[in-house]
């Protein structure tokens, strides 16, 4: 397929606008990308795909996503709407709790069904590629269950699915106060279980007072790193327990929440190329205070990638380019760091180095938007503007 009269942004240098662009897409990746005038004679047979100047951009990705999940929690939406915190919702036996009891009662396949509608909401703001968590099983057949669940996506969706274990989610009720037994007993089997079924791509834990230490947490990412397996962590989002900087002390791909990162976690996560995964859904949702020091990360150097958090009691959210636009307006992010942040940055903070930039030889996963400017992305509240996708090559629904 040849796409032609497009205004690229190829995100290699910033946005890399090119107007009146084209596209050869050979198979599954890009062959060549550039400006109309200079396209090469050998592509101009190619079956033609008129763009008529829309805005072509690489597919979107979410690097950070809870889609697998049974039941909903819209009751403790309005608890914290009526005065109650996050953590006393969590600590009451709500909040993820809540979510573990209703999905160790569904089976893979309901796990599945309820999933597919989410991500359909996921692939029309965008997304090509998704990475989607475990953790709301908290035993190791029940964490296992997602895993196999999220894997599914991918062979029911025209998208890329990731999947991240994260059994050290929160402690259920069953492990009470023994939290260095969890790990023992629960989330190092289960992680040994689901690498020899082929289930992970990544680990990730919740370094949170209602959940996991650093220390408690060492034995986990030793163990992932001895097994080749790359870590992440859900950091300093509602207090500063240094995880940031445990995690990148582990050459960890990302770091995700961050409202309350220090200048020790931003240094050390610039030093160990660590993402910075900004979730403005759960800030929004949380009705928190707290911004990400985005200024002194950029500052740093530190990449920052942009995800939706989709979960179903801090982040409902189902829009990659409504979480841009909150992004931009809720934490300062211009329009250009938070397409970055859902094209190169998260592809790097899902350590994919095929995709999130228009390149030859990288995949062929694109987007072409009913928009002049990619800074339409951002400003548009959750409007997508989408026109069509192209996923692995091939215009898709």
């Known amino acids: 397929?040849?796409?032609?009269?497009?205004?690229?942004?190829t995100m290699t240098d910033g946005y890399g606008l090119i107007p009146d662009a084209a596209v050869?897409?050979?198979?599954?990746?890009?062959?060549?990308?550039?400006?109309?005038?200079?396209?090469?004679?050998?592509?101009?047979?190619?079956?033609?795909?008129?763009?008529?100047?829309?805005l072509v951009t690489p597919g979107l990705i979410d690097c950070h996503t809870h889609a697998v999940f049974a039941g909903h929690r819209a009751v403790e939406f309005e608890l914290r709407l009526n005065g109650a915190s996050y953590e006393e919702v969590a600590r009451a036996g709500g909040g993820i709790l809540s979510t573990v009891t209703a999905t160790r009662a569904a089976s893979e396949d309901?796990?599945?069904?309820?999933?597919?509608?989410?991500?359909?909401?996921?692939?029309a703001s965008g997304a090509t590629t998704i990475e989607v968590k475990s953790g709301y099983g908290l035993t190791v057949a029940d964490e296992l269950k997602m895993l196999r669940a999220a894997r599914r996506i991918g062979q029911s969706r025209p998208a890329t699915v990731?999947?991240?274990?994260?059994?050290?989610?929160?402690?259920?009720?069953?492990?009470?106060?023994?939290?260095?037994?969890?790990?023992?007993?629960?989330?190092?089997?289960?992680?040994?279980?689901?690498?020899?079924?082929?289930?992970?791509?990544?680990?990730?834990?919740?370094?949170?007072?209602?959940?996991?230490?650093?220390?408690?947490?060492?034995?986990?990412?030793?163990?992932?790193?001895?097994?080749?397996?790359?870590?992440k962590l859900h950091a300093e989002q509602l207090s500063d327990l240094g995880g940031a900087a445990f995690a990148a002390g582990h050459g960890a791909l990302s770091a995700d929440h961050l409202e309350y990162l220090s200048p020790e976690g931003i240094a050390a996560m610039a030093r160990a190329g660590t993402v910075a995964v900004i979730l403005p859904g759960a800030f929004y949702t949380l009705r928190e205070s707290q911004v990400p020091p985005i200024a002194a990360m950029r500052a740093a150097g530190v990449p920052m990638a942009v995800a939706t958090d989709l979960n179903p009691g801090s982040s409902p959210l189902a829009?990659?380019?409504?979480?841009?636009?909150?992004?931009?307006?809720?934490?300062?992010?211009?329009?250009?760091?938070?397409?970055?942040?859902?094209?190169?940055?998260?592809?790097?903070?899902?350590?994919?180095?095929?995709?999130?930039?228009?390149?030859?030889?990288?995949?062929?996963?694109?987007?072409?938007?009913d928009a002049d400017h990619p800074a339409e992305l951002s400003y548009r509240i959750g409007a997508t503007a989408l026109h069509q996708r192209i996923y692995g090559g091939r215009l898709v629904a």
């Open 1 to 9: 397929m040849l796409l032609t009269h497009a205004t690229l942004a």
């Open 24 to 54: 050869a897409l050979d198979g599954d990746r890009i062959a060549w990308a550039g400006p109309m005038a200079d396209l090469p004679a050998g592509h101009r047979k190619l079956p033609e795909h008129d763009c008529a100047g829309r």
């Open 110 to 123: 309901e796990l599945l069904a309820r999933a597919l509608p989410r991500v359909d909401q996921l692939i």
């Open 162 to 231: 990731r999947t991240t274990h994260l059994a050290a989610h929160a402690i259920p009720p069953e492990y009470k106060g023994r939290a260095t037994a969890y790990i023992a007993e629960v989330a190092l089997p289960s992680l040994h279980a689901a690498h020899a079924e082929g289930l992970v791509d990544a680990v990730d834990a919740f370094c949170e007072g209602i959940a996991f230490s650093v220390e408690e947490l060492r034995p986990l990412f030793a163990e992932a790193r001895s097994l080749g397996v790359p870590v």
């Open 319 to 369: 829009s990659l380019t409504l979480a841009m636009n909150m992004a931009c307006t809720l934490f300062r992010l211009t329009p250009e760091e938070a397409l970055l942040g859902t094209t190169a940055h998260a592809a790097r903070a899902l350590r994919m180095t095929d995709r999130g930039r228009i390149e030859p030889g990288l995949r062929a996963d694109l987007c072409i938007w």
